[in-house]
């Protein structure tokens, strides 16, 4: 509309390298947003998109998050995927003074004044994950994760629980960031027979061990996954619909799923058909999505983009977005979320085995979230129905 105020607004999300998947939802998801918005009569100013791609290199995310505030006038940046690339950009948002909002879940033990986490933290997703896997499959674990903070922190909280509660954990590897040279794993496996295997690889190299652990469990039905499920906090739609049946039965859980029933989510499915028909949504779109209707509603709210002001006019005060009616922590600047638990489906899509009709209370240290939990198994494993 002509004679709108303009409002610049950073992308910064990956095209290529190990984790490029989940990184071009966040972008798709940002971007498809700001169009949501300016075609939106509701505001009364656009929103301009400067996208910056720092191709997988963690060394570039600073530069670029540097480049967006001084060169392009930013004050809001969408973006980073990996707790490594949020680490390099948090030092320039909090110098600079602008807002880091950041759409991927992560391992939690983080504040900063300057970033706002639009996703879940360990007690929304890890801790209900195990709520619910080890009470049905048993608590003797497996933990394979990529070798940097995110399968470090998820594999520690993950130990600390079941070592906690009378669990076990039977074996604990980690692999580098893309490599997908697994088989080792794979023997682990085998050999240790766990009652399941918590996942936190990151992109090629989960992809390689859920196709390898398919390959498992047709020679070993004891590794089927009705038996002895892989689980993940961060393996979406995304990323599942290219894998079929290796992914089929396994268990994620999400503050999102494209399945849920909720008028939120007819909603912004209904506003895809016309802005993005050709979306696989899932979490990190969805995410994406709603760090910039945040910032929209703050803008409105508040009438300048000034990250203070933002900040300010979002504490203690909901936002309508797809992952429901949200509002940020005035203490920690997280946001409080649902978390759904899903089984994967052969199509792409997920059955939610586990609906949250509560949000989670953000609580990134784990100072107020119990660590001893209810893992006894069940007398009589319940009954699932095989995904094929």
């Excluded at 697994?182 to 399941?196: A, G, N, Q, S, T």
Aim: aromatic share 10%; net charge negative.
């Amino acid at each position: 509309m002509a004679g709108k105020i303009s409002f610049p607004v950073g992308v910064l999300f990956s095209g290529s390298g190990s984790y490029a998947q989940p990184a071009r939802q966040g972008f798709r998801g940002a971007m498809t947003a700001i169009a949501h918005i300016n075609a939106s009569r509701r505001f009364p100013f656009n929103l301009q998109a400067h996208h910056f791609d720092p191709a997988g290199e963690a060394d570039r995310y600073a530069s670029l998050c540097r480049q967006l505030i001084r060169e392009r006038d930013v004050r809001h940046v969408v973006g980073c995927t990996t707790s490594w690339s949020r680490k390099e950009a948090i030092p320039v948002v909090e110098k600079l003074d602008a807002l880091l909002w950041y759409p991927c879940v992560y391992e939690g033990f983080e504040v900063s004044e300057n970033l706002i986490y639009v996703a879940a933290c360990a007690n929304q997703h890890l801790v209900p994950l195990l709520d619910y896997i080890a009470p049905r499959f048993g608590s003797r674990a497996m933990l394979v994760g990529a070798n940097y903070i995110w399968g470090w922190e998820n594999n520690r909280i993950a130990r600390d629980i079941l070592h906690r509660s009378g669990g076990e954990v039977l074996g604990e590897r980690f692999v580098s960031i893309g490599d997908t040279d697994i088989d080792h794993l794979i023997d682990e496996v085998r050999e240790k027979r766990p009652d399941f295997i918590l996942n936190n690889l990151i992109g090629p190299s989960s992809y390689a061990f859920l196709r390898a652990y398919q390959a498992l469990g047709e020679a070993d039905d004891r590794f089927r996954p009705e038996k002895c499920p892989i689980i993940s906090c961060n393996l979406y739609e995304g990323e599942i619909t290219g894998l079929g049946h290796a992914a089929a039965g396994h268990f994620t859980v999400s503050c999102y799923f494209r399945t849920l029933q909720s008028p939120e989510n007819d909603s912004f499915l209904k506003t895809l058909a016309a802005l993005d028909p050709g979306a696989i949504v899932d979490a990190f779109y969805a995410q994406a999505f709603s760090a910039v209707v945040m910032i929209a509603e703050a803008i409105m709210r508040c009438g300048s983009d000034d990250a203070d002001l933002v900040r300010g006019a979002l504490r203690g005060q909901s936002v309508d977005t797809p992952l429901g009616a949200i509002s940020v922590d005035r203490w920690t600047n997280h946001v409080e979320l649902p978390a759904h638990i899903g089984r994967a489906r052969a199509d792409g899509s997920f059955e939610i085995v586990k609906r949250s009709h509560e949000a989670i209370a953000p609580d990134p240290f784990l100072t107020s979230t119990p660590l001893v939990r209810p893992l006894g198994r069940d007398e009589v494993r319940p009954e699932l129905r095989v995904v094929k």
